[in-house]
């Protein structure tokens, strides 16, 4: 049926970079031989899903959305692809997204934009804007999306979805194509809570194959979310109204409805408290260079020889240097281009320290915004994004505006903390879906299922 769903509306929609086809019926029907065999299945078993094409598929090609990893299939597949298996998940093919995860509007692919299925004329957010398009138009039930800054929380906000960045070294990193290591996490889309927990206690947990992951041993996010839906669950919840992150900026209908769902908390037993983030409005302009920094690191791997496609010069001599140089200039578009400029710069002897150790200062400072609002709430709110859905080219040719867009969800990536958008209706405007981002301390990702359900 999801085959039959996207057969009917990708052409148009464009979520899908790869469809799994044949394999995923195959898929499907061993798992249905194995459940009249009487055999154990996994937890999901039968569950289609799509897959950001930033994650590592060893039966499916794995580009990133770059035309330098045109073709290119992996030895192997990433830790989440792997469980996800393990757990009798079928995948149904790669979604689109901005070349390398760097963008918010998916309009960076090397392969064409993807539509919001809300309105055609306007994005899907990004990066992974094919991710949640496709849970949004009912193309798959669940999606793996990766976020760096918001690539997971903004798309399942402008698509009225839900979309989780776990806690920094929660899930496995090993086989996604990295962006920047320090910032990069993978995560849940869905249309409910629930289901995202359900992803996310597949895709969760210690992997020996990540340095950077976590040892400790989760709850169930499913029975958190499960928590969510009792009575009086948010009762005595103190919920920090994020002040630098609310109000002068943010479209009315987006304001509007996130008041609203104060209100519908509090009347739920919640208290709600404003809490200030003073250094929250350094987080976009340090992010634009902890990342560049981090990215144009991680790209220089992209040579011509290990990965992807080869580019001879037009002319003259075929020295090793002079092919990668042709390769990646025909390989990487305008905006990563910019950002390996941006980073490489910024890690440059003489403005090391001006920009980059700077930009680490401020990093810290955030955390400790953090650490002092968690002191005294529980969960923090903000609207997932200052606007809902924009129109094609409303950003393209302005970085600046493309990357303002950020400025909700980054924080929560600088500091390593886990942040869930989830829908809270429709701006009265113009008739699009508003996300409400909730964040919790590192390691409380059960906190936001729970919070996350009792609101939905
Ligand atoms: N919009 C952010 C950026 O362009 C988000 C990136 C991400 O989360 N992958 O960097």
């Known amino acids: 049926a999801h085959l039959d769903r996207i057969a009917a509306v990708d052409t148009d929609l464009h979520a899908f970079l790869h469809v799994a086809g044949d394999a995923a019926l195959a898929t499907a029907a061993r798992i249905d031989a194995q459940r009249a065999a009487g055999e154990a299945l996994g937890p999901l078993a039968g569950v289609p899903i799509a897959i950001k094409d930033v994650l590592a598929t060893q039966d499916m090609p794995t580009t990133a959305g770059s035309k330098i990893l045109e073709g290119w299939i992996p030895p192997y597949d990433a830790t989440v692809v792997a469980r996800l298996r393990a757990a009798g998940l079928v995948p ?10 760097m963008g918010s509007s998916t309009e960076h692919s090397a392969y064409g934009v993807t539509r919001n299925p809300w309105d055609r004329d306007r994005i899907p957010g990004g990066s992974g804007g094919g991710s949640a398009a496709a849970v949004s138009a009912y193309e798959a039930p669940l999606a793996l999306g990766s976020d760096t800054g918001g690539s997971i929380r903004q798309p399942a906000a402008v698509t009225g979805s839900v979309g989780v960045k776990p806690t920094y070294g929660g899930v496995s990193r090993y086989g996604a194509i990295a962006l920047a290591s320090s910032l990069d996490q993978v995560g849940p889309v869905s249309r409910t809570v629930y289901d995202s927990a359900l992803l996310h206690d597949v895709i969760g947990g210690h992997d020996p194959l990540d340095s950077t992951s976590l040892s400790d041993s989760w709850p169930s996010m499913a029975a958190a979310a499960r928590a969510g839906l009792a009575d009086g669950a948010l009762k005595g919840v103190r919920v920090g109204v994020i002040k630098e992150l609310s109000g002068d900026g ?14 519908l908390m509090s009347a739920a037993g919640a208290e709600i408290v404003e809490v200030s983030a003073p250094n929250f409005e350094y987080a976009v302009a340090a992010y634009y260079l902890i990342l560049p920094a981090e990215a144009s690191s991680n790209l220089a791997r992209f040579d011509s020889v290990r990965f992807g496609i080869r580019v001879n010069p037009a002319e003259g001599s075929l020295t090793s240097e002079r092919v990668m140089a042709a390769t990646r200039e025909a390989g990487f578009g305008p905006e990563v281009k910019r950002r390996i400029i941006l980073g490489t710069y910024a890690l440059s002897t003489g403005y090391y320290d001006a920009y980059y150790g700077s930009a680490q200062k401020v990093r810290t400072l955030i955390q400790r915004d953090f650490e002092a609002a968690f002191a005294q709430v529980d969960v923090l709110v903000s609207p997932s ?41 429709l701006a009265p405007e113009d008739g699009l879906p508003v996300g409400l981002q909730i964040m919790a301390p590192a390691k409380a990702d059960a906190r936001l299922y729970t919070v996350g359900a009792a609101i939905e």
């Open 250 to 263: 943010f479209q009315a209908g987006v304001s509007q409805r996130f008041t609203e769902t104060l209100a």
């Open 385 to 425: 994004a200052p606007t809902t859905a924009f129109k094609f080219g409303e950003k393209l040719d302005d970085p600046m505006a493309m990357y303002l867009n950020d400025v909700t969800t980054i924080p929560a990536n600088l500091a390593g903390v886990p942040g869930m958008s989830l829908p809270i209706g």
């Open 92 to 101: 149904l093919g790669k979604t689109n997204m901005d070349e390398f995860a």
